[in-house]
């Protein structure tokens, strides 16, 4: 029931189903991990990183965050600010929201501005308005995060000199972890070495996620 009236959608409907693997996808080195949960349908080929800060995150993974704005088309480990941020509050979308928990180590960041770590969500506020909800953190916020310049908060998953996002492996299928208040997160296996990957298949592959995973770059393949 996702179309009561006559009318076409151009494109493809579900996933992409363009080939991930270069090489025997038996041979690779995978280990099973678990989403976090509110990212939606993370596509096959999605590189991840791992939430390291103490606290609710650890030990989950969510989709990695390229070190430099040109790289990245999509919302990835990202949650948009709506809002300009103020003292300890962002406000974000109500369905981002459950990207996060309280004790989650985040951080900002937006075109331009150096990004800042906020500390841990004391709080997370999502009744004083149907449409947003609010993330009170440790930190005071600067004002520079700005919805103009793409201002985003995402969960620290790397250090600093990586924007705070380290990519770990390489996701095999598509999952969906959900959106809104009903998202659980999805159970998914990574790929971490031994494989000969398409490029044109890795939806967020830049430098940075070359050296944490000691890949090469050949013609049109990605050697782990």
Sequence with gaps: ??????????????????????????????????????????NQGTLMA??????TGT???????PTTFATQEGPFGKAWVVATPADEAIVIAMEDSYKF???????????????????????????????????????TVSSSFTVALQGYVAVEAGIEANNYSDAVGILDKDVDTGTGVNAKGANATLI??????????????????????????LSRFHVL
């Design 1 to 42: 029931m996702s179309q009561d009236t006559p009318n076409i959608i151009r494109g493809i409907q579900g996933p992409d189903y363009k080939a991930l693997f270069f090489s025997e996808p038996m041979a690779a080195l995978k280990i099973p991990i678990t989403l976090r949960s509110g990212y939606g349908v993370v």
């Design 50 to 55: 791992e939430c390291t800060p103490a606290g």
């Design 59 to 65: 030990g989950y993974y969510i989709p990695y965050n």
């Design 101 to 139: 928990a309280v004790g989650d180590s985040v951080i900002l960041n937006a075109t331009g501005v150096t990004k800042e770590d906020m500390g841990a969500i004391i709080s997370i506020d999502r009744t004083s308005s149907p449409v947003t909800a609010t993330l009170n953190v440790t930190a």
């Design 192 to 217: 971490v070495k031994n494989a000969i990957l398409y490029t044109s298949a890795l939806a967020n592959i830049d430098g940075a996620a070359r050296t944490d995973l000691s890949a090469s770059e």
